[in-house]
């Protein structure tokens, strides 16, 4: 059996260790939850025949990085986009 000195002793310091975890985690930065999380904007749909939207890109001609705007070809030249999804990627 504990003496009255040792079991007043665990006490205190269960006491002690208890409160100084409700502390901790009273103190502890809580998430911002009022916050939105940011929303992507629906992808646009195009239908065939319907202008593109502009857009840039850069791209490297062999010696450089440079530039490029669907913009720059307005009223110049007409141009036709093709996408490859998996191109040179091996899948």
Not at 17 to 39: D, E, H, N, S
């Given at each position: 059996?504990?003496?009255?000195?040792?079991?007043?002793?665990?006490?205190?310091?269960?006491?002690?260790?208890?409160?100084?975890?409700l502390i901790a985690?009273?103190?502890?930065?809580?998430?911002?939850?009022?916050?939105?999380?940011?929303?992507?904007?629906?992808?646009?749909?195009l239908k065939v025949?319907?202008?593109?939207?502009?857009?840039?890109?850069?791209?490297?001609?062999?010696?450089?990085?440079?530039?490029?705007?669907?913009?720059?070809?307005?009223?110049?030249?007409?141009?036709?986009?093709?996408?490859?999804?998996?191109?040179?990627?091996?899948?």
């Amino acid at each position: 059996m504990l003496s009255p000195k040792v079991r007043f002793m665990r006490k205190a310091l269960l006491t002690t260790v208890v409160g100084c975890l409700l502390i901790a985690t009273a103190l502890r930065p809580l998430p911002l939850q009022a916050q939105q999380p940011k929303q992507t904007p629906a992808p646009m749909k195009l239908k065939v025949g319907d202008m593109a939207p502009d857009f840039k890109v850069q791209y490297f001609d062999g010696a450089k990085v440079q530039n490029l705007s669907l913009s720059d070809f307005k009223g110049k030249k007409n141009v036709a986009l093709a996408f490859f999804v998996l191109a040179f990627t091996g899948g």
